[in-house]
């Protein structure tokens, strides 16, 4: 029952800008956090972005620091990644993923193992 939904993928020139959404469903709880991760193709996933329910704490991966944001909208279940200053290297799939139960020992960097549900997936391509 729970679904996560990804949305906002595109082709756009470097330096342009994307804004992902991730709208969630199928569960009710305060300890919980979203991530977005991407992936090339034959390599692992790399986590890019986190946001805790509980205390809205957030995480950015060195590679986007200063060129992505996330942000949630409560309201509308969704959790948002803006994506500016886009780059040729930012060319992924880029999943959202739910960790339920959360519990103090984990960290703010998003760790795979930690996540229990995901969505498909939204192609993000870079390129002139």
């Known amino acids: 029952q729970v679904q996560l939904v990804e949305s906002g993928g595109g082709l756009v020139q470097p330096g342009d800008s994307l804004r992902l959404s991730c709208t969630y469903s199928?569960?009710?709880?305060?300890?919980?956090?979203i991530a977005w991760f991407r992936q090339a193709p034959g390599k692992e996933r790399e986590a890019v972005s986190c946001i805790v329910n509980s205390d809205g704490s957030t995480y950015l991966s060195d590679s986007v620091k200063g060129r992505f944001t996330i942000s949630s909208d409560k309201a509308k279940k969704t959790v948002y990644l803006q994506m500016n200053s886009l780059k040729p290297e930012d060319t992924e799939v880029y999943y959202c993923?739910?960790?339920?139960?959360?519990?103090?020992?984990?960290?703010?960097?998003?760790?795979?193992?930690?996540?229990?549900?995901w969505g498909q997936g939204t192609q993000v391509t870079v390129s002139s």
């Open positions: 993923a739910v960790s339920l139960n959360r519990h103090q020992a984990m960290g703010i960097i998003p760790l795979l193992e930690e996540y229990d549900y």
């Open positions: 199928g569960f009710t709880r305060e300890s919980y956090a």
